[in-house]
């Protein structure tokens, strides 16, 4: 039975249909599913955490790989699904639950203490619509992750993975690239999914950085200025950082440039990570 087959099937058995609300599209390419997997190297040693596993397409998979899985979901339905679809397996542990408001901290330290787990991995068809909450909560609570393996609205993946100052720079791209070291694995079309949805998504792997790889005292304060600068993105980053209250006023916000060898008329989007490290190191 293909993956599509097997969807339409647990969808009438279980008088399933996508919830919107919770930005459910189930994904149905078997290329996809293969992909997804294969990229996210897990091993027997390793534990998988899955986000969102909705009717457990890919969960099905991740159980024959890895030592253990968990999966956190928010929808009650799909833990009943969930439930009785994998009931046989042993190296699964289910969590209902909105995934931005588990500790995964702890439940990696007591994975890593108690089940031996070698590495732990975060596989997931991310919803779209809380995308951005998730990738943030992953990656600054800073937890003992070795690689991040989502599938995600394209828009958004190719300006997580971008190289900072390049052309999909945004705010958010400084903070994916201090914490990781990020790739496109796959471009999945629209029809990869029933029902479809009314975007391209993008399968990308962050692999989570050992070492950062700009120095900086205050890397709160570093984020700060780098949200503050894409605020008024149209702007010169010295008007955005002086109409924000990061530099007391434009002479200030002058000199600091000046000192770092700084355009006054450039704008945040073509900085460096390296370049706001330097202005927040100039500040301490």
């Known amino acids: 039975m293909s993956i599509l087959e097997e969807t339409r099937f647990m969808m009438n058995k279980y008088n399933i249909k996508a919830n919107k609300s919770l930005g459910q599209n189930f994904l149905v390419s078997e290329e996809v599913v293969n992909t997804i997997v ?49 009931k046989l397996y042993d190296n699964l542990e289910i969590i209902n639950e909105d995934i931005l408001k588990v500790d995964l901290k702890s439940i990696i330290k007591n994975e890593k203490e108690n089940n031996k787990v070698k ?46 100052g390049d052309k999909n720079t945004g705010a958010i791209t ?14 999945v079309p629209k029809d990869s999914f029933i029902p479809e949805p009314e975007v391209t998504s993008e399968v990308i792997k962050l692999k989570i950085r050992k070492e950062s790889p700009v120095q900086v005292k205050n890397k709160e304060l570093m ?53 706001f490290a330097n202005i927040a190191n100039n500040f301490e």
């Open 223 to 275: 984020f700060k200025i780098i949200k503050n600068a894409f605020m008024q993105r149209r702007k010169t980053l010295l008007n955005a950082l002086t109409n924000t209250k990061i530099f007391k006023n434009k002479e200030e916000g002058i000199k600091i440039l000046n000192d770092l060898n700084l355009d006054e008329n450039v704008r945040a989007e073509k900085l460096t990570l390296q370049d």
């Open 38 to 86: 294969q990229s996210s190297n897990m091993g027997k040693d390793d534990l998988v955490i899955e986000i969102g596993p909705g009717l457990g397409t890919l969960t099905k998979y991740l159980l024959e790989k890895a030592k253990k899985v968990i999966c956190v979901e928010l929808d009650p339905k799909m833990i009943n699904i969930l439930n009785d679809r994998f």
């Open 174 to 187: 400084y903070t994916v690239y201090y914490y990781s070291i990020g790739e496109k694995i796959i471009e």
């Open 119 to 164: 590495n732990v991995k975060i596989v997931a068809n991310l919803p779209y619509y809380i995308t951005t909450p998730i990738i943030m909560k992953l990656l600054e609570e800073q937890l003992e992750l070795e690689s991040i393996t989502v599938m995600i609205q394209k828009e958004v993946a190719d300006r997580l993975i971008e190289i900072p």
